[in-house]
């Protein structure tokens, strides 16, 4: 059974940081891509960062600077370091695997951006 959980998210201030995780089961984790989505209500999902099997890392531009996302294929885990973090950053947060044939997707993580 494949499983992403993932952690982290909450209320913060601007400028301030968090760091997400999001934990998978089920798969051979070093085998896929992995990246961090997010989505505001009634807007489309965006890319906000992804890390391949091999370390390559691509960011959205309205990210780059502020969040890092790294991975450790030992735990099974991927990270998205946020700092500086904006307003606009306000959404909820989804983990993604992509494999050569299928893609799995976390229940979202809520991250609220606000003084």
């Known amino acids: 059974q494949v499983q992403l959980v993932e952690s982290g998210g909450g209320l913060v201030q601007p400028g301030g940081s968090l760091r997400l995780s999001c934990a998978a089961s089920g798969f051979i984790f070093s085998n896929y891509a992995m990246g961090w989505y997010r989505q505001v209500r009634g807007k489309q999902r965006e890319l906000v960062a992804l890390i391949t099997r091999g370390g390559t890392i691509t960011d959205a531009d309205s990210v780059k600077g502020r969040f890092t996302i790294s991975r450790d294929n030992a735990k099974n885990t991927v990270y998205l370091q946020m700092n500086s973090l904006k307003p606009e950053d306000t959404a909820v947060y989804y983990c993604?695997?992509?494999?050569?044939?299928?893609?799995?997707w976390g229940q979202g993580t809520q991250v609220t951006v606000s003084s």
């Open positions: 993604n695997a992509a494999g050569p044939y299928r893609s799995y």
